[in-house]
């Protein structure tokens, strides 16, 4: 039993100390800063509360996928094939100013595009192109370039895919592909 | 919350505004069979928990002072609780704040004690059996040496015509003791 908290503790009718009271006086102390007791009414509203909080959420998220714009999207000059092939990772912005994404030179040829933002708390993934993967420093997660896909760690989904559309030498991105699977 | 008594209903008018005396050891929670009265850290008596009470009126029949009040209308007992949102925030107590003749006073002690030279506050009462010391204090007169007020010892007297004091300060026998 630790001594009382408050800076004047209670006295009891006996004037023994709260240490010497009986345990059913020690495990419902008067004073606020000695009670820690939780009682089934407050741990009850608390429950009901905090599902409901959860459920809204939930509705909230699923509301909020159903409403997201799925399109046309914008065709957004990113780079000339020369230019990408040279410089390997070109960042850009797709489709709007909130989205950072990563077009990615995997070969002669080969492009790719995804969102930057990891899938498990939108961290800014970075490219190793020479080791294959795109890594997220937040919390150590890890996905393949060639598809996106999560290898390691915490995220669970793909990264968002980017469409990339090639015409006369110049690399257009032109969807927007948010992935769950 | 402060709510004011009739001294002798049925030949007076007079009046007395009763506030929570603020027990070191409160009998209203220790009768709570809920644990809703609580008390906080630097010793005010709260109003019941709202969550907790269940209107049972326990602690009204047991304040010696009769300061609980069971409001009915919100399932809850209510009672003074030295207006905790004002004293915590280092302003006086409305009651305090608002009174005009400083019947109700709050500050130091050593202030109240400069300005009644006449008078000493005492927070010792008696009840039969059961003495109780309070965070509150009443005035009595500075002569006067007992160490408590005998609440009880006056409760089936009633004043003389025109007298308004109990000699609730003589020390006369305690109850208890003469029966044994």
Redesign the interface.
Known sequence: MTPP????P????DHKPLQEQPHWVQD?P????D?D?V?R??FV?FLVLTSGAFVAGQCWIAAAGALREKGPFPRKQLATVAELESRRVVEFRYPDEHEPCLALCLGPGRFVAYGQKCSHLACAVVPHLDKGELHCPCHNGFFEVHEGRPVAGPPRRPLPLVKLEIIDAVVYATGFEPRTV | MIHLEYVERSTSVQTVPVVCMHCHSPTCADVCPADAIKRSGDGRVMTARKPRCIACSNCVLACPFGVPKMMTEFDLMMKCDMCYDRTSTGRKPMCASVCPSGALYYGPRAEVEAMRVRSRPTNSFRFGEQTITTKVNMMVPRENLDTHIDVTAAMNERPAAGLIALNVLLDGPVPMEEAS
């Open positions: 908290l408050s800076e004047a209670r006295e009891y009718p419902f008067t004073d606020v800063p009670d007791h009682a009414r407050e509203k």
